[in-house]
C-alpha cells in the first residue's frame, strides 16, 4: 500500500520559538524514521507528508494516498488531535487510529469521563474547573488531584498537582488555567496501583496486547507519574509487566482498560491509563488513541516488548485492524 506519514515533528516547532514543554507531545525524528521502517518492513510504500497544515498544500496539490498513518497531535484547541483526520474524511481518504469525534472527545478528560462513567466503567468522581464557581459543583473532599483537562505526555502535572487541602485547591487550578488557558480538571487523588494498558484493534475485534505497572523509585517526584517523571523514566521509574493471570489488580486493570476502549469507540490501536483507590479499585483515568510511538521511550512500545511483541509486529497490528475497518 502506498501509505502517507502525518505527524508533528518536535524540532520544527522547536525552531518556530515554541518551547519545550509547549512541544511535548510532538515526535523526535526516530519515531517517524522508526514507524517508516517498520512500514517498509511489512511491504508498504511510505510518504512523509508532516503537520496538517503540509498535509492542506498536498492535497490541494492533488496528491493522494491509499491510507495514512495518522500521529499528528495539533497545536491549537481543545480539539486539536481531529484536525487531520477531519481533513481526511473530507477527501475520502482513509487513515489509522480514531476518528475526529473520538479524538475531540478523548483529549477533554471530562467529556471522556463523563462518556466512560455512563457506560458503567469505573472511573473517580471529578470537577471540570474554569473559574472558582465551579468549585460549588465539588462533592468530594481532600486530597485532591489537579491537571489540565486537555494535556496529554503528563503536561501540567507534578507533585504540585497534589492538593492536600480546599484551601490550597483554587490558586492551583488558576494556575493550571493560567499557565495552559483551558479548564482544569479535579479529581480525588487516588494511592493505588498505576497500570498502563496496551489495546490493538477496533470495536469487539479490539484486544488488552499487554500491560505495565508504574513503580516510582525513591528520587521521583513523589506519588505522580509526572512530566518530569515521564522524561526520566529510565532513573525515576521501574516498569513491571502486568500479569492478569496471577495478579487480579492487574487483570482487572485491564478490563476496565478494554471496557472503555470499546466504550469510547477507540480504533487499531492506543493506551488506557488505570490508577487504583486505596483499595485497589481500578478506575478509568484517561485514554490515549494516539499514543506515542518512539521505539525506545514510548509507554505503548515499552510495554510491547514485555509482552513478547516487537514494534514491527505491534505496527503490523495497528495496521491490519485499520484495514480491516478500510474493508
Not at 517498509?40 to 503540509?54: F, M, P, Q, S, W
Not at 507519574?225 to 532513573?235: A, I, R, T
Request: glycine share 10%; with cysteine.
Amino acid at each position: 500500500m502506498h501509505v502517507g506519514l502525518t505527524y508533528d515533528l518536535r524540532s520544527d516547532y522547536l525552531a518556530m520559538g515554541f518551547s519545550m514543554e509547549e512541544t511535548a507531545e510532538f515526535d523526535k525524528e526516530d519515531t517517524i524514521a522508526g514507524i517508516e521502517t517498520a512500514l517498509k518492513e511489512l511491504g508498504h510504500e511510505t510518504d512523509r507528508i508532516g503537520h496538517a497544515k503540509a498535509l492542506v498544500k498536498r492535497l490541494d496539490a492533488g496528491d493522494r494516498w491509499d491510507i495514512v498513518f495518522n500521529i499528528c497531535e495539533g497545536l491549537e484547541g481543545v480539539a486539536r488531535e481531529s484536525q487531520v483526520p477531519a481533513l481526511l474524511d473530507l477527501y475520502q481518504i482513509p487513515y489509522v487510529f480514531s476518528d475526529p469525534l473520538v479524538l475531540a472527545l478523548t483529549l477533554h478528560k471530562g467529556m471522556t469521563k463523563r462518556v466512560v462513567r455512563d457506560a458503567g466503567v469505573p472511573t473517580s468522581d471529578f470537577c471540570v474547573y474554569e473559574s472558582a464557581e465551579d468549585l460549588a459543583d465539588l462533592r468530594f473532599g481532600a486530597p485532591f488531584f489537579v491537571k489540565p483537562v486537555a494535556e496529554g505526555t503528563g503536561k501540567g502535572c507534578s507533585s504540585k498537582s497534589i492538593v492536600r487541602d480546599r484551601v490550597g485547591l483554587e490558586e492551583a487550578c488558576d494556575d493550571l488555567v493560567t499557565r495552559f488557558r483551558q479548564p482544569a480538571l479535579i479529581e480525588p487523588y487516588l494511592g493505588g496501583r498505576e497500570f498502563t494498558v496496551g489495546i490493538t484493534g477496533t470495536g469487539r475485534q479490539a484486544k488488552v496486547m499487554g500491560s505495565m505497572e508504574i513503580v516510582l523509585l525513591s528520587n521521583a517526584e513523589k506519588g505522580v507519574y509526572s512530566y518530569s517523571n515521564k522524561g526520566n523514566y529510565e532513573d525515576r521509574v521501574v516498569y513491571h509487566p502486568g500479569n492478569a493471570t496471577q495478579d487480579p489488580v492487574a487483570g482487572a486493570s485491564e478490563k476496565v482498560a478494554l471496557d472503555a476502549w470499546r466504550a469510547l469507540g477507540c480504533r487499531d490501536g492506543g493506551r488506557v491509563d488505570i490508577r487504583c483507590d486505596d483499595g485497589q479499585n481500578p478506575m478509568f483515568l484517561e485514554v490515549n488513541p494516539l499514543a506515542g510511538l518512539n521505539p525506545k521511550d514510548s509507554d505503548l512500545p515499552i510495554l510491547a516488548r514485555m509482552a513478547n511483541v516487537s514494534y514491527t509486529e505491534l505496527i503490523r497490528r495497528i495496521m491490519a485492524s485499520a484495514v480491516d475497518r478500510i474493508k
